[in-house]
């Protein structure tokens, strides 16, 4: 290659680089960098260069031999032999959502974060499972009311009976003045069937009042779960969240990956270009193999880490993510400070409010399980037919009333353990709701703390990665004229590349934890994201059992997210 050539390659490899740095520090909104073209005294004294190489003698027998040493294999990486970018996986496109499909749709490919939660809360198989949990607790009301309803029962016997009966008639007569004893006997045999046919109706008076105190206690252990409802909701919004943003930073990681890979690259071939002219020593072309295959590693476990997010993405979601996803935003929060959020935290958490309701429900247990001590008063009604041919053929009819008392005297002892047993119950659920309430402010804080923190940094971030892109620039001309090493230009990109996925993971904290203090709040459901979908009613089902008397179908089919 003639050295005027070649130092036309070096300036358009040059605009290249800034190009790659430029486009690689885009994330979530953040504006494209440019550094500043070259001026005209450093091209007139890279063109004063060139005419000294093109006029210089040729290399010297000693530099030939180190060269063909290091084209020969002896060095740790041949740059001519460095595989060009189709051999390294490239970010392909997907196909776009018609604008007429729902969320829930098999077709329906999700292209912004708000398309990926709707997708989530329609379809996902965890939520799914939390919502046919709540409609089998909604049937502890019912359960709990039948204890004011009557029973009813019809029992029907049909007997046969095959034998005999015999009868004796004892009997006194007068013969001739005198008393006369006389015995009769008289024998019967039976093969007819008989039956006993009634009708039975009861209903409990008092029952200690195990009924009253079950009510309640289904009533709190309804609400708990529709809160617990909520929690899972929220987890799996949170999971969504988690996956779309991992996914869309590590592809913009893989991203500065390629392109730090890209230009290290082209400098380690330019390094050995030079190498061939005796323009710098076997230590700068091993520096600069070195750093391109750290960078080449560093690309290979960026594109791990981005199959791993899609993974995650495809478990969480339901489908694959596209390429082009959109770059979410930081949630704007409906609290300002710190205070508030941990405030509002302990309040209005659902995993606080599921605990609240546990305890209540535990309270409730004790009553009911004193129910057990208790007496009981219980009223019957009742009609009975029957035939039976055992005594020779008779017949009854009978219509009866009858009012019941139970009074337990002792039945074990069982029934005084599990009173106990539901007061030490009772207690560990209303600890449960201060452990509940300091996860609550840990979360609420912590997310807060490591927003604000990550929203701090992105400012300075940035800056780092502008005055890096132009450092960098600066450096690697000060190598063509000679005035900075090679190692120099190689740590000034290392640094960039550094920066760069300093701001990328910046941007993505900001993101999550923004959502993370709607979780904590409790605000992080599809009615407070306003999601687009139609949302699930959790007292739907509730509604149309509690009073239900009899009846086994699903009533409640009809709801979204079934």
Do not use: C
């Not at 550094?35 to 190489?53: F, G, M, W």
């Amino acid at each position: 290659m003639k050295q005027k050539e070649y130092f036309t390659r070096m300036q358009s490899r040059r605009h290249r680089f800034i190009l790659f740095s430029g486009a690689s520090a885009s994330l979530l909104g953040f504006g494209v960098l440019h550094a500043a073209p070259l001026n005209e005294h450093t091209v007139s004294k890279l063109r004063d260069v060139a005419a000294l190489a093109q006029n210089a003698p040729p290399p010297s027998a000693k530099k030939l031999e180190q060269i063909n040493k290091v084209s020969s294999g002896s060095a740790q990486l041949d740059p001519e032999n460095i595989p060009d970018s189709d051999d390294i996986p490239e970010i392909e496109k997907h196909k776009i959502t018609p604008a007429n499909l729902r969320a829930d749709d098999p077709d329906f490919v999700p292209h912004n974060i708000q398309q990926a939660m709707e997708t989530a809360y329609l379809t996902n198989p965890q939520l799914r499972e939390a919502r046919a949990q709540l409609r089998a607790v909604d049937e502890a009301m019912p359960t709990a009311m039948s204890g004011w309803h009557p029973t009813i029962s019809a029992p029907i016997n049909l007997t046969y009976y095959q034998g005999s009966s015999s009868y004796k008639f004892n009997q006194q007569s007068t013969v001739n003045g005198q008393t006369v004893n006389e015995s009769t006997t008289t024998v019967h045999k039976y093969g007819d069937p008989g039956y006993n046919v009634g009708v039975v109706i009861s209903e409990p008076i008092f029952q200690g009042g195990k009924t009253v105190n079950s009510i309640k206690m289904a009533e709190n252990e309804i609400r708990a779960e529709r809160a617990h409802l909520i929690s899972i909701e929220q987890q799996v919004l949170m999971q969504v969240v988690n996956a779309y943003v991992a996914v869309v930073s590590d592809q913009q990681l893989y991203n500065v990956a390629l392109t730090n890979e890209k230009v290290l690259r082209e400098q380690t071939k330019s390094v050995f270009t030079r190498f061939r002219l005796g323009g710098v020593a076997r230590t700068d072309v091993a520096q600069s193999q070195g750093y391109l295959a750290t960078a080449t590693a560093a690309r290979q476990q960026a594109w791990g880490n981005l199959e791993a997010a899609r993974a995650t993405y495809r478990q969480v979601v339901g489908i694959s993510p596209v390429f082009d996803l959109e770059a979410p935003q930081p949630l704007v929060l409906p609290v300002k400070t710190r205070q508030e959020a941990v405030t509002l935290a302990i309040k209005n958490n659902p995993n606080v409010i599921q605990a609240q309701f546990a305890e209540a429900q535990q309270k409730n247990n004790i009553s009911v399980q004193w129910a057990t001590i208790l007496p009981k008063v219980t009223a019957s009604i009742g009609y009975n037919d029957s035939v039976n041919q055992a005594y020779g053929g008779s017949s009854y009819e009978n219509e009866y009333a009858t009012l019941g008392f139970q009074f337990p005297i002792y039945q074990g002892g069982q029934e005084y353990s599990a009173v106990r047993r539901a007061k030490q119950v009772a207690q560990g659920a209303f600890h449960e709701i201060n452990v509940q309430r300091r996860l609550a402010l840990q979360l609420a804080a912590s997310s807060w703390d490591q927003y604000q923190a990550a929203q701090d940094s992105i400012a300075s971030d940035k800056t780092a990665v502008s005055s890096y892109v132009v450092a960098l620039a600066g450096v690697e001309r000060q190598a063509l004229i000679g005035t900075a090493s090679t190692l120099s230009m190689l740590q000034q990109q290392q640094m960039l590349f550094g920066a760069q996925q300093t701001l990328i993971r910046a941007l993505a904290s900001s993101v999550t934890n923004s959502y993370s203090v709607a979780a904590a709040i409790g605000r992080l459901t599809a009615k407070d994201l306003k999601l687009a979908v139609p949302l699930y009613d959790a007292t739907d089902y509730y509604k149309k059992v509690k009073w239900l008397p009899f009846g086994v179908s699903d009533y409640s089919k009809k709801q979204p997210g079934r």
